[in-house]
């Protein structure tokens, strides 16, 4: 099971001060987690987790920047190092019952916090030798915003309420207590330029500058600003402009630019439309603020260029207790929780595209109508709503209970119906306009509720009794038909199978899952979470799978029929409440948690032996077949036995081309955020301007891209003949505004004037227009141009355009990184589809380009290359290969795609597309990273049939040799795969010896000779470096037969001498290739193996000389000691040929010259391998290579852990794993 995507959770609502900024990161607060965002490239670096309960503060540390601390109402404080996301310090508040609200850093000493508790209690804790102290205790409300001031460090303000005090942390004692208003203070902050000056802001929308030396509460107010009528969420002085302060508002995204000497806002500005502020906090010596908003949303703002730099999804902040996909639509996600809301997720972009609010209640439950998108939320009130989710309006509102609905479940048979379960102990049934129909009384609570999905009359409950009950609401009375027993705690949700009718699963605190047989009232028992069990979710394809989510934070996968554990997820944070997946798209799941984030995962390797199998077949004929019962014993190996690949096989069937049928196939199977856009390009490469691509893609195709912009404006263009309501009117407006820019990109400037004049910016129009004719506008608006560049302004793009200098534009869009943008313009431009200065007196070729222009024999320009590779960087950056490869697709680079699919671990991908384009050369990197793929999930005849495509036979060699000698079909295999029969082998691998010594040891391995392939190999080898002058070329040969060995079956001493050269023929490979992170793994393996072979010849003087190399490129800081160590003894370590170089490169890593940029095409960067993994026990998943976090993980024979990226590498150039046993990874 694999993590594919994540939706981080949104800033909490609950407390101020939740958000800094440090050490080039930025950090918020959920309600338990901490998220660090890399601010060089917006990736989410880490999650930092540990506190149980509501995390109510965050500061960085003024001494050490790389330190923050975290307050929590689970009475603890936390200390984190954010570089690698260890705990510093816990400090226990429990035993003396302090509970923090707010939480500052001194600024004279590094080891103290200050931290603010109820009724006025005030604490310094030295988390070094955890020593406190009290301040002082108000008596008064209690504390909730602190913070010293920078120019007079011991002066603390403290908010209770209206009031606010002047602490002398110091002296230990209050200065001053004032209530200076009947409001609350919602905000302060201290002048930085200031030891006396501050600004408070009032929940009434007041903002007030005090001088807090005034010897009399009158004197302190020295102005109070006007009013903000949407509320006041957040102040922030403008570092770099003395005077200056910046307020945010609570009910609108606007932020408000003040002078102290004004009482009006200079002016106004708006962040965001749809979300009002949360907290603000202004960047230091720069015009950026880092904000979050009440929707969850946290990103940085640039005010000089008036756009977020990023800016996070608006997500749930708080616990999210279900989720679902929507059965109308394969691509939308539900999720409900406690922050009153039902978000809609689109999966293809993992942006949320609508979100349901109430003004109040915990949404426990929600349920699809069956075939509408219409959705129905549960409530912790009794309250039900049904929502119309296109049109965002309450189809339905009412009370079906009397307390609190847990869950709540559709009919998929007679849609008219619905079901609740609820703490009032009834399961009531209702119709989908509010009229119950039957109401179930049960001895306690009932949680779990489900339709029976073949059988409309058919409904199932768990109770807080244990018991599981099965009703037919056909039958007069209330009585169960089923009443299934077998659970020791209180049963919460239950989910029929999908298409076995007899069975259905049902979860329960005592931590286990119960598969039962409602006919007889027999069970399997699913045992091995550590808490309560919560989510539960049949696969829809294979009938023996389920998985589940538990309180202990983690998603299991059993096969229910051998009551076995098929693979664990540790990576959610807190209790796992909700699973789902579509029975179109089987195997993928989303997840919900408390953690509040919302997570995405495919069952590889799980699912790997049906899609390589798809993909050669090219049909699901072959893998589909009857369900089996997990009640049967002698069933045999699980086939595909949902609607799903019913409906795919039969769309296969229906498709025209290859590229369609691989598509079908690649939907099915895979995640859409990851691979639609890849094969939106191959249909484009296929089919040309018969497909129609979407814009909605990051990725388009170079050859139909004007047509697809052209259409999305066209599009977006009909707005004005829909809803004249004053909403309507004002999204229509915005949708023309959008159509405009699009039809601009493409060089349409007469349409961008119609349309721009038609919303009221006539300015612009007018500016724009003269570019058809008037030679005079050239230079006014190149002027003009210059002016809105130097101040980065986006609308500088329709003055570059329309004077022709597009160079310029690109370079401005490159600039900012808005590369779809600069794609777009690079390919138009190649087109001749922009005026040039001398056309402007007869009208330009732009006003006649027809949407049906023929592009397709346009050359690829160096433009267009060179922005494809900054989108592949920045997709790697990401990593995102599969997009990286999509970048190179557009541009018809082929090649190149494939390539970054291979190093991206993509390799099944690779081969259905290099398949479905129907190359014509044959591609070795493709054929064997497929073969590798078909290897690990036991389909040794596809992988066969790919290998005996495969021109480097030594490359076959290597994975054929890999198939278990007492495999039935061994000998048919290797014939399949363009081999001979293994036992051909052992009459002529003495044959060769002598004349190809590399044959000879493929040979013998073939045969199983394995000890006579290793006395070949190190006879070889000896010589080989014992030479004067070393040939690599042979030596690498050699080195590739010898990964046929299966070193397990060699003596220890023999195997010792073939890891030693492997490794460190290895490690020279990984220098070679850039593999930088593995290289001093490899060396030390060596190294270690060279010291036990005190007795034999060694390249001892080269081992240590490569060890060396390998730590200054893989390790620079721990390389320079080891150099300097080596170097200091080189008369007894080294010889001068060995330290002379060493001299160079050490003098090259203390002045920071050797290491560059690893070259783009030789990055490993699998999917999804930036995705923050969880602590497990404690520890998190470290790389015993890298000493790294290992994302995601390889588990070696010895239990230790790699990354997917160094199993890839280190395959590569050493097949043997890096724990020395001589077992092939």
């Not at 693979?567 to 997840?591: K, L």
């Not at 060396?1108 to 300097?1124: F, K, Q, R, T, V």
Request: aromatic share 10%; proline share 4%.
């Amino acid at each position: 099971m694999k993590q594919i995507g994540l939706i981080p959770s949104g800033a909490q609502l609950w407390y101020k001060r939740i958000i800094t900024v440090t050490h080039g990161r930025l950090i918020y607060c959920s309600t338990i987690a901490i998220y660090v965002y890399n601010l060089n490239d917006f990736r989410l670096e880490r999650i930092l987790t540990g506190h149980s309960m509501a995390i109510t503060g965050v500061v960085a540390s003024p001494h050490t920047p790389y330190l923050i601390a975290t307050s929590s109402l689970d009475q603890t404080l936390r200390v984190w190092d954010i570089t690698d996301g260890k705990t510093v310090k816990v400090v226990d508040l429990k035993s003396i019952q302090f509970k923090p609200y707010c939480i500052e850093w001194s600024h004279t000493d590094k080891y103290q916090l200050i931290i603010g508790s109820k009724k006025g209690a005030l604490k310094v804790w030295d988390f070094n030798d955890d020593s406190n102290f009290a301040v002082s205790v108000f008596n008064g409300d209690d504390v909730r915003m602190i913070g010293l001031n920078a120019r007079n460090p011991g002066m603390l303000f403290v908010n209770c309420g209206a009031e606010f005090f002047l602490v002398d942390v110091i002296k230990r004692k209050t200065v001053h207590r004032f209530r200076l208003s009947d409001y609350k203070i919602v905000d302060f902050q201290w002048d930085p330029l200031s030891t006396n000056y501050l600004i408070c802001c009032y929940e009434n929308g007041q903002s007030v500058l005090y001088d807090t030396e005034a010897k009399e509460a009158e004197d302190m107010k020295i102005k109070t600003f006007d009013k903000s009528g949407a509320g006041i969420c957040s102040v922030s002085w403008v570092r770099n402009e003395p005077g200056n302060f910046i307020t945010s508002d609570v009910r609108t995204g606007v932020i408000r630019y003040w002078n102290v000497s004004q009482t009006s806002a200079l002016k106004v500005q708006q962040v965001r439309k749809n979300s009002g502020f949360q907290d603000l906090v202004m960047l230091s010596g720069s015009q950026k603020m880092a904000c979050a908003f009440k929707d969850g949303a946290v990103g940085l703002y640039d005010l000089s260029k008036k756009q977020f730099d990023f800016i996070t999804p608006g997500s749930h902040t708080e616990t999210i207790f279900d989720c679902d996909y929507c059965p109308a639509n394969t691509d939308i996600f539900a999720t409900s929780g406690f922050d009153h809301s039902i978000r809609l997720w689109d999966t293809h972009r993992l942006k949320v595209v609508e979100n349901l609010t109430h003004e109040s209640g915990v949404i426990y439950g929600l349920a699809w109508h069956p075939t509408k998108r219409e959705i129905a939320g549960a409530f912790n009130t009794g309250l039900v709503i049904i929502w119309d989710a296109q049109k965002r309006i309450p189809k339905l509102q009412t009370e079906i209970h009397k307390d609190c609905i847990y869950r709540i479940s559709w009919n998929p048979i007679d849609h008219s119906l619905l079901a609740t379960s609820s703490k009032d102990t009834y399961c009531n049934v209702f119709s989908d306009e509010g009229k119950i129909v039957k109401k179930y009384k049960h001895p306690s609570p009932v949680f779990g509720v489900c339709w029976h999905p073949k059988n409309k009359n058919i409904i199932a409950t768990g109770c807080h009794d244990f018991i599981v009950r099965v009703f037919n609401i056909n039958n007069s009375g209330e009585q169960p038909v089923s009443v299934l027993k077998g659970h020791t705690a209180e049963v919460f949700n239950i989910v029929w199978h999908p298409t076995i009718a007899n069975i259905l699963a049902s979860g329960s605190n005592d931590k286990t899952i119960r598969v039962w047989d409602n006919d007889n009232g027999s069970s399997k028992v699913l045992r091995g979470h550590t808490h309560y069990v919560r989510a539960l979710a049949w696969n829809h394809e294979l009938s023996n799978v389920i998985l589940s989510g538990s309180w202990d934070g983690t998603i299991r996968v059993w096969d229910a029929s051998k009551e076995k554990q098929l693979a664990i997820s540790n990576d959610h944070h807190a209790d796992v409440y909700g699973i789902s997946s579509h029975p179109e798209r089987p195997f993928i799941f989303g997840s919900t948690s408390r953690d509040t984030t919302i997570r995405f995962w495919d069952l590889e390797p799980l699912l790997r032996k049906y899609y390589v199998r798809a993909i050669q077949d090219q049909s699901l004929s072959n893998i589909i077949g009857a369900p089996s019962s997990p009640f049967d014993d002698n069933a045999p190996d699980m086939l595909l036995s949902g609607h799903g690949s019913k409906i795919v096989n039969a769309n296969m069937v229906q498709a025209k081309t290859d590229v369609e049928k691989y598509t079908i196939l690649s939907e099915f199977f895979n995640f859409p955020y990851t691979t639609r856009n890849l094969w939106e390009l191959a249909n484009s490469f296929s089919q040309g301007k018969k497909y129609k691509s979407s814009l909605k893609s990051d990725v388009l195709f170079c050859n139909t891209i004007t047509e697809t912009v052209y259409s999305k404006a066209k599009e977006l263009e009909s707005s004005r003949y829909k809803n004249k309501s004053s909403n309507a009117s004002q999204r229509a407006a915005e949708q023309l505004r959008e159509s405009a820019k699009q039809y601009l990109k493409i060089g349409k400037i007469k349409n961008y004037c119609e349309i721009m004049c038609e919303i009221g910016e006539w300015e612009k129009a007018i500016a724009v227009a003269p570019a058809v004719s008037l030679e005079y506008w050239r230079d006014l608006s190149a002027r003009y141009a210059k002016t809105l560049s130097d101040n980065e302004s986006e609308d500088v793009m329709p003055y570059y355009i329309a004077t022709g200098e597009i160079e310029k534009l690109l370079n401005f869009c490159i600039r900012k990184n808005q590369l779809t943008d600069a794609s777009i313009v690079a390919r138009r431009d190649s087109e001749e589809g922009y005026p040039k200065p001398s056309k402007f007196s007869s009208p330009s070729k732009q006003d006649s380009t027809k949407e049906d222009e023929n592009h397709d024999n346009v050359p690829i320009t160096i433009e267009m290359r060179r922005i494809a590779e900054l989108q592949a960087k920045n997709f790697m950056k990401e990593a995102k290969p599969i997009m990286a490869a999509a970048s190179f697709l557009s541009i018809r680079d082929i090649d190149k795609c494939l390539h970054f699919l291979v190093k991206g671990c993509e390799g099944i991908l690779a081969y259905s597309l290099y398949r479905s384009l129907l190359m014509r050369n044959p591609n070795d990197a493709v054929y064997l990273s497929f073969a590798n793929s078909c290897t690990q999930c036991g389909q040794w005849d596809i992988a066969a049939e790919v290998l005996s495509k495969v021109k480097n036979r030594a490359e076959a060699a290597k994975i054929i040799s890999k198939m278990d000698p007492f495999h039935p079909q061994r000998e048919n295999l290797f014939i399949k795969a363009g081999f001979q029969p293994p036992t051909f082998y052992s009459t002529q691998a003495p044959a060769v010896e002598h004349k190809n010594p590399a044959d000879c040891i493929r040979f013998y391995s073939f045969a199983s000779e394995h000890q006579n392939a290793a006395l070949v190999a190190i006879v070889q080898y000896e010589e080989l470096f014992t030479m004067e002058d070393w040939n690599w070329p042979l030596i690498t040969e050699i080195h590739s037969a010898v990964q046929c060995i299966d070193a397990t079956k060699l003596e220890s001493l023999m195997r010792t001498k073939i890891m030693m050269y492997t490794n460190l023929i290895g490690a020279q490979l990984a220098l070679w290739k850039e593999y930088y992170n593995i290289a001093p793994k490899l060396a030390q393996n060596a190294r270690d193996s060279m010291k036990k072979l005190t007795d034999f010849f060694t390249p001892k003087q080269y081992i240590e000389y490569l060890y060396c190399l390998c730590m200054a490129y893989g390790d620079p800081e721990e390389g320079i000691s080891i150099l300097a160590q080596t170097l200091s003894r080189e008369m007894d370590v080294l010889d001068e040929k060995y330290a002379k170089p060493l001299i160079l490169i050490k003098k090259r890593l203390e002045d920071r010259s050797l290491l560059g940029d690893v070259p783009l095409s030789n990055l490993v960067v699998p999917s999804g391998s930036n995705l923050p993994v969880r602590s497990l026990d404690g520890k998190k998943v470290v790389s015993m290579i890298s000493k790294k976090e290992a994302q995601p993980p390889v588990m070696l024979e010895d239990h230790s852990v790699i990354s997917l990226a160094e199993s890839e590498m280190w395959r590569e150039v050493n097949t043997f794993s890096p724990t020395m046993t001589g077992v092939r990874i």
